[in-house]
């Protein structure tokens, strides 16, 4: 087990995986036989280090299950490539869908690995001949790879960019489709203290991407945040004394709890709508 795994499994509940999914997600597994609103998404949805994520924020404000499938680094690519996590998710009432980078898709570029989606596993031959003077072997993860890229080559890195953002935008709307729209999209925009578009949470995407995707799902849930270091919202997170430099780097519970509070007002007004349509 990773680092990262180890140190998520000491929260009260560590991690559980659905219906036959190699996915680990946030634990304890809870009862799917009842009605419930899903939440998917990355390190955020997760809730690395705070005792109660959003998703659990949102659940006792709502008094319906929220159950929450995230995964610590995953990505886009952790879910649509997960059959078993997809009908958990389907077989939700509704579910909340958190925005994730556009790097850390595979494309015809280069493939990531299949559940740690911020891993890079393999250039493809596309990408050799973009850039044949780079030696991928030396690459792990996929913001250093694109760094780089961007360093050697402005010009060709826009290439690149240009369709990580198109493949985005494509497996988002195959996603969109497999829910039936059953969707609200949270998208979360903070700053990670760098400089440039690595320094920005989910990268690579813009608000024209997702007011593309507006009229097919029920709704967007927009809301700009700061990490537990540049907020002061440390105090109160779970973790080891080995853990302080990577917790002020993630979301800390003042925001946590702003964020169910507003994802939970969204969905509220969506399970209003039905019941007086129905």
Not at 69 to 80: E, K
Not at 106 to 119: A, F, I, L, T
Not at 142 to 171: A, G, I, Y
Not at 180 to 194: A, C, I, M, P, T
Request: aromatic share 8%; net charge negative; hydrophobic share 40%.
């Amino acid at each position: 087990m990773s680092y990262e795994l180890q140190s998520v499994s000491t929260l009260s509940g560590g991690t559980c995986c659905y219906a036959g999914s190699r996915l680990q997600v946030r634990g304890p597994e809870r009862d799917l036989n009842e009605p419930y609103i899903a939440f998917l998404g990355g390190t955020e949805v997760f809730g690395r280090f705070v005792a109660e994520p959003f998703p659990a924020v949102a659940e006792s404000l709502l008094d319906v299950p929220c159950i929450n499938l995230g995964g610590v680094n995953a990505g886009l690519d952790s879910f649509m490539s997960d059959d078993s996590l997809m009908k958990v998710a389907k077989a939700s009432d509704i579910a909340v869908f958190q925005l994730l980078g556009a790097q850390n898709l595979s494309n015809k570029y280069y493939r990531v690995h299949p559940r740690r989606n911020d891993r890079f596993l393999q250039a493809r031959p596309e990408l050799k001949a973009l850039y044949p003077e780079v030696d991928f072997t030396e690459f792990h993860f996929n913001k250093h790879l694109l760094t780089e890229l961007k360093n050697v080559s402005e010009e060709r890195f826009e290439t690149l960019c240009l369709h990580l953002q198109s493949v985005w935008v494509s497996r988002m709307g195959d996603l969109i489709t497999a829910m039936d729209g059953r969707l609200v999209l949270l998208w979360l925009r903070y700053n990670l203290g760098g400089v440039g578009m690595f320094g920005r949470e989910p990268v690579l995407v813009d608000q024209a991407m997702v007011d593309s995707l507006r009229p097919l799902v029920k709704g967007v849930v927009e809301l700009p945040v700061a990490t537990a270091g540049l907020a002061n919202d440390v105090m109160g997170m779970d973790m080891g004394p080995l853990d302080l430099p990577t917790a002020r780097h993630m979301l800390g519970p003042k925001e946590h709890n702003r964020i169910g509070c507003a994802t939970a007002e969204k969905l509220q007004g969506i399970l209003g709508q039905r019941k007086a349509a129905g």
